[in-house]
């Protein structure tokens, strides 16, 4: 059992029992809203991520990743949701120009 944080959604936590899915599918899987725009094609950053903490626990980049990184569409310490697979404990938060309008972030 791991646990994914999200630190601006109140500090929500998210225990998943299969790690190697990904961190959309988490948060999915636990009725989180998170914006996914390409349908989880690693076609587009609308599910992108910054890790806080945990970034040893998250699978290599993937080829859709490094492809964003280069361009700087993904920061230091941002990863794609869709791509990411959870290994072990990571918290992480939403950037803000990908926050959902209907929730409600607590920074
Ligand atoms: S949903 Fe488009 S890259 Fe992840």
Redesign the pocket.
Known sequence: MVKITIENLGKKELEVNNTGNTV?SCVQTHFVDWM????????????KFSVLSGNENLSEMTH?EMRYKAVNELKEGQR????ARVMGDIIIRVPHEVKLPHLTYTD
């Open positions: 959309l996914h725009a390409c349908g989880a094609k690693g076609r587009c950053t609308t599910c859709a794609l949701a869709c791509q």
